[in-house]
């Protein structure tokens, strides 16, 4: 079964800068659907940002402009840069993959937390 795994994750000023990167187990970054999703305390999970097999893109309109979310097929590894943060991104972010033919997510990682403080 595929394992997705986040790291980067941390506290930071407002208007500060961080880099969370998701690992997939095996060779899914080509071809699945890759996205970086977040959840705040007492809010529902939201999408961030995804990044389709073709390499277009999809924001957040809360993120546009500050985060960017990239990919590296060689290290099989979805990056999302977060720029200009602020105190509203603080959340604990999930990576999650979704095979072509899929409807939804099904493929999740454990999350890392990051807190911006003001």
């Known amino acids: 079964q595929v394992q997705l795994r986040e790291s980067g994750g941390g506290v930071v000023q407002a208007g500060g800068s961080l880099r969370l990167s998701c690992s997939a187990s095996e060779k899914i970054v080509s071809t699945y659907y890759m996205g970086w999703y977040r959840q705040a305390p007492g809010k529902d999970r939201e999408l961030v940002a995804n990044?389709?097999?073709?390499?277009?893109?999809n924001y957040a309109v809360s993120v546009k402009g500050r985060f960017i979310i990239s990919k590296d097929i060689a290290k099989n590894t979805v990056d999302l840069q977060m720029n200009s943060l602020k105190p509203e991104d603080t959340a604990v972010y999930l990576c999650?993959?979704?095979?072509?033919?899929?409807?939804?997510?099904?493929?999740w990682g454990q999350g890392t937390r990051v807190t911006v403080s003001s």
């Open positions: 999650a993959a979704k095979a072509p033919q899929s409807e939804s997510y099904e493929i």
């Open positions: 990044i389709h097999s073709d390499n277009s893109t």
